[in-house]
């Protein structure tokens, strides 16, 4: 009976840290999505904040991309990308997948056209 007991506390562990993860995954993206669409976001880094601006119409590099999990933002003309932070591939088919990229890390290959531009 213990064993019983064992798999299922351990499999409650399992589902409750995945959905966390998933979660977490979920939040960054929307919340990079609303920084991008508020429209009311100007051209200057926050505070404090080593930014990078890549022009909107790059291919190939990770503030551009729909799966770069990092702080970015667009500027009010629209015509550049302010990466403010470092942030997650989370693209499985790029050979960079869960490692930590700057905003202007590329080219690669396995990169998609960020939605919100």
């Known amino acids: 009976m213990k064993e019983k007991s064992a798999f299922v506390t ?16 979920t939040l960054v993206g929307l919340s990079a999505t ?7 976001e ?3 880094p926050t505070k404090g904040r080593r930014a990078v601006y ?20 667009i500027t009010r003309d629209g015509r550049s990308v302010l990466g403010e932070s470092l942030g997650w591939c ?9 490692t930590m990229r ?3 890390a590329g080219p690669m290959k396995a990169w998609r056209k960020w939605d919100a531009l």
């Not at 609303?34 to 009311?40: F, I, K, V």
């Not at 909107?56 to 770069?68: I, L, M, R």
């Not at 989370?90 to 869960?98: D, G, K, Q």
């Open 10 to 25: 351990s499999r409650r562990r399992l589902l409750t840290s995945g959905s966390a993860v998933i979660a977490g995954a």
């Open 34 to 40: 609303a920084l991008a669409e508020t429209g009311d």
């Open 42 to 44: 100007g051209p200057e």
């Open 54 to 73: 890549v022009d909107a119409t790059t291919e190939g590099v990770c503030a551009t991309c729909q799966f770069w999990g990092g702080t970015r933002r």
């Open 90 to 98: 989370n693209n499985r088919e790029s050979p960079a997948f869960l």
């Open 102 to 104: 700057s905003p202007d």
